[in-house]
């Protein structure tokens, strides 16, 4: 589907993670454009990462509609925002409501669902469009209790987790897939956000819709689903938030029911506090590596980097100072590609 993606004054921040991982990489979409007055005029991929893919940043939807009918027309606005929370501000709602009048299928991945807005849905239902929010759960008599029968899956198991929340968790995880695949060998990702399932994850869940109950029993699910299915060679899982963020404590439900052979850490040096909470330093890195080894008694295996707020010539440096202060190799794969840290995974294949 060709997609405008809007992230009005949010590209290029923690709270458009959601449109940086589209830019970068989606099976689901043909990304045509990004809608952020801030950095209109620019190539999306350029402001992100330093090079350009051919995917412009726009004003406004008009000037977005403009430019997709170039390439055929638009299909789909998505809705590229993260905010703390997934609360639509209005002024993005308003958006919303014009790409719904002209015609446009909408998908967000936020906790407001427009779905249950109902000027959005009588709108939808005039126009003949699809409203889909990612983040609604699947119905109580679909999810799955958590059963034990994870421990049949005798594939690599490598989980992604993070020190912090919106720090680059899943497009590690992807990049790690695309490397695996490039190697020769079979890799599922087991995505567990909104984004994942955007870029095209086939097993894929939203951990932070889920019921409690059932957010152990639907990760195990996917994971034996990628298993019997695809009979892979590994199965890499997306983490979530980090074990010691104040508001997003994530990673102990894929610790504990994803049963992850091995943990690979992403890091921004560079980042202080926990992402968006000013009084809340970052636990130290070795304090979350013997954390995460404590609680499942698995090893993490590499450091990823995240190179906010570095230059090119710090990304050599930093890694090289977490080797020295960790003991474990670390790498920048947005930056160098993953080569070098396929080279440390391979011999945890099972052959």
Not at 54 to 76: H, N, S, T, Y
Not at 257 to 270: C, E, M, N, T
Not at 303 to 327: D, F, K, L, S, W
Request: charged share 25%; net charge negative.
């Amino acid at each position: 589907m060709k997609a405008i993606v809007y992230c009005a004054g949010a590209f290029n921040t923690p709270n458009g993670k959601t449109a940086h991982g589209l830019v970068r990489f989606t099976e689901r979409y043909e990304v045509l454009v990004v809608i952020d007055p801030r950095y209109a005029g620019k190539d999306a991929r350029d402001v992100l990462d330093g090079f350009k893919t051919g995917i412009p940043v726009v004003r406004d939807l008009e000037e977005a509609l403009e430019f997709a009918e170039k390439r055929g027309g638009a299909q789909v606005f998505v809705v590229g925002l993260a905010p703390d929370g997934g609360r639509l501000p209005d002024e993005a709602r308003e958006v919303v409501k014009h790409a719904v009048g002209l015609g446009l299928d909408v998908d967000s991945g936020l906790h407001d669902f427009l779905s249950d807005d109902p000027h959005i849905s009588a709108m939808a239902e005039e126009k003949g469009v699809r409203i889909k929010d990612i983040r609604k759960p699947p119905e109580r008599k679909d999810l799955h209790f958590f059963s034990g029968k994870i421990e049949e899956v005798d594939c690599l198991k490598l989980a992604v987790l993070g020190t912090d929340s919106a720090i680059g968790k899943r497009t590690t995880a992807w990049i790690i897939v695309h490397g695996l695949r490039k190697a020769g060998y079979k890799a599922e990702l087991i995505g567990t956000g909104q984004t994942a399932w955007m870029q095209g994850a086939k097993y894929s869940i939203v951990l932070d819709s889920l019921i409690n109950d059932f957010v152990s029993g639907e990760i195990e699910h996917a994971v034996l689903e990628a298993w019997k299915n695809e009979k892979p060679d590994a199965i890499i899982l997306e983490g979530q938030g980090s074990l010691m963020n104040p508001a997003y404590p994530g990673g102990f439900e894929l610790l504990a029911a994803g049963r992850p052979d091995y943990v690979i850490l992403q890091h921004a040096p560079k980042r202080i506090e926990y992402d968006g909470f000013p009084g809340y330093p970052l636990h130290p890195l070795d304090h979350q590596i013997k954390a995460i080894e404590f609680i499942s008694g698995k090893k993490v295996i590499a450091i990823t980097v995240n190179h906010e707020e570095m230059t090119a010539e710090e990304i050599p440096v930093a890694c090289r100072q977490i080797t020295e202060q960790t003991g474990l190799p670390a790498f920048d794969v947005l930056f160098s590609g993953p080569d070098e840290l396929i080279q440390i995974i391979l011999p945890y294949i099972r052959k």
